[in-house]
């Protein structure tokens, strides 16, 4: 059970949609298909919590505790997930189109099929998460901290891996540009024989 002094405090906060998504949240820990739409949930405790296929567009996340959350198939596009905790998340089957997510823990957390496009994730700690089939457009990943994560038939030719740490980071099936080839062998990442190295960032 959450504390009542959160449902106080959000009543302060929340705009868009109805206080009983976030009162059912805070009382259960489960609030699958709600409107978290344009929320300002900054800094809030919201750990192990299950929010399915939720609408979390425009949402302020920023320093919010996700740890263990079932996120799985919900919307950010738009979204503040600036140093927000997600360790060991479930964010599989998520949009993250357009979110600034600078400094985010994602050590552990699942991303698979997720579509990440035109996002900040510089300065991301991310170990062991996994990136499986995701889409991956034109985000910055730089100077994050991708050690032992796993990438698995994505395509980063146009995100940018500038000063991240990959060491022992798993591609496999993946395409990169030739910098990013030599940056990850420099790095000890682990390159799979059907990793692609190309000299233009995307297709002609």
């Not at 609030?31 to 929320?39: G, H, I, R, T």
């Not at 738009?78 to 479930?90: D, I, P, Q, V, Y």
């Not at 496999?172 to 799979?192: D, F, G, I, N, Y």
């Amino acid at each position: 059970m959450r504390t009542i002094f959160y449902v106080f405090l959000l009543s302060t906060l929340l705009l868009g949609y109805e206080p009983k998504d976030i009162e059912r949240l805070l009382d259960d820990d489960v609030c699958n298909n709600c409107d978290f739409s344009d929320a300002n949930l900054s800094g809030l405790d919201l750990s192990v919590c299950e929010m399915q296929n939720s609408n979390f567009r425009g949402a302020n996340l920023s320093h919010t505790n996700l740890f263990m959350s079932d996120l799985k198939g919900s919307d950010f596009t738009g979204a503040s997930l600036e140093k927000a905790m997600l360790h060991k998340a479930n964010l599989s089957l998520t949009t993250l189109e357009s979110v600034k997510a600078s400094g985010i823990n994602l050590k552990g957390t699942r991303l698979k099929n997720t579509s990440i496009k035109n996002s900040d994730f510089s300065y991301a700690i991310a170990w062991k998460a996994n990136f499986s089939d995701a889409l991956i457009q034109n985000t910055d990943f730089s100077n994050s901290e991708l050690g032992d994560a796993k990438f698995n038939n994505n395509d980063i030719r146009d995100s940018n891996l500038s000063g991240a740490i990959l060491w022992k980071t798993h591609f496999k099936k993946t395409k990169l540009t030739q910098e990013q080839c030599q940056e990850a062998k420099k790095e000890e990442a682990v390159l799979a024989a059907d990793v692609v190295c190309y000299k233009k960032k995307v297709k002609e």
